[in-house]
């Protein structure tokens, strides 16, 4: 597709209730990201992919939380039990392979979780 | 001390005035520096990015870049009200492949 394509774009859950957030990436895009944001801040990194390897799940908050790109395309950020601090946006982004000057991250547009 | 500082602002300028954004970062291996453009509501989307000190200019933005210091700035020449957004200082780690995001700085341009 021309951008990055993330479903549900808004999603309430009860608490406890498990999510599975969904990221299409640009194609060709062999670098993805998860970011958290919380509404007045900046994203929060959670988890990198390059193709199908997780090279860093540094960010992801507790094991609650769980990323896969089994196919090195399309990927899903689960939640177990969502807890009400859980509650932000969820961005997923894509580009190139790193390189020195940085190779442009484009962002989809969100999925809103609210849990309640 | 946070990876990546910005004055949350609201930053006020009146339309046309030149609005000034600021951004240290304390990790010196940082390579590029991103600037991102977020509207209320919408995802954040590339403004510039810079990777040598001085400036770099891209129409009415120009980025500038001080690695001994650890500064990046984004100066916005004739601001419009459409610039008012919140701005986001961005480092690029290349041996961690990712963004480290700041708080944002909050610009409101005003007629």
């Known amino acids: 597709g021309a951008g990055v394509s993330q479903s549900p774009r808004y999603k309430v859950a009860k608490r406890g209730q498990d999510v599975a957030l969904r990221c299409d990436p640009i194609s060709g895009h062999v670098s993805l990201f998860w970011y958290q944001q919380a509404l007045g801040q900046g994203p929060e990194f959670l988890t990198y992919?390059?193709?199908?390897?997780?090279?860093?799940k540094s960010g992801l908050p507790s094991d609650r939380f769980f990323a896969e790109r089994p196919e090195g395309s399309v990927s899903t950020l689960k939640i177990q039990r969502t807890q009400q601090e859980d509650s932000a946006v969820y961005l997923c982004?894509?580009?190139?392979?790193?390189?020195?000057?940085?190779?442009?991250?484009?962002f989809g547009e969100g999925s809103w979780l609210t849990v309640v | 001390q946070k990876e990546v500082e910005q004055n949350s602002g609201p930053l006020s300028v009146p339309e046309g005035a030149i609005a000034s954004l600021n951004c240290t970062y304390s990790?010196?291996?940082?390579?590029?520096f991103f600037w991102y453009r977020q509207y209320s509501g919408k995802s954040p989307e590339l403004i510039m990015f810079i990777y040598s000190n001085g400036d770099k200019e891209d129409g009415r933005f120009t980025a500038q870049l001080n690695k001994a210091s650890q500064y990046v700035s984004l100066l916005i020449r004739d601001s419009q009200p459409s610039d008012s957004a919140t701005y986001l200082c961005?480092?690029?780690?290349?041996?961690?492949?990712?963004?480290?995001f700041g708080t944002g700085t909050q610009l409101k341009v005003e007629l």
């Open positions: 990790d010196r291996g940082s390579q590029s």
């Open positions: 961005a480092p690029y780690t290349g041996g961690g492949n990712k963004l480290t």
């Open positions: 992919f390059q193709n199908e390897a997780q090279l860093d």
């Open positions: 982004a894509s580009s190139l392979p790193s390189t020195y000057s940085g190779n442009t991250i484009y």
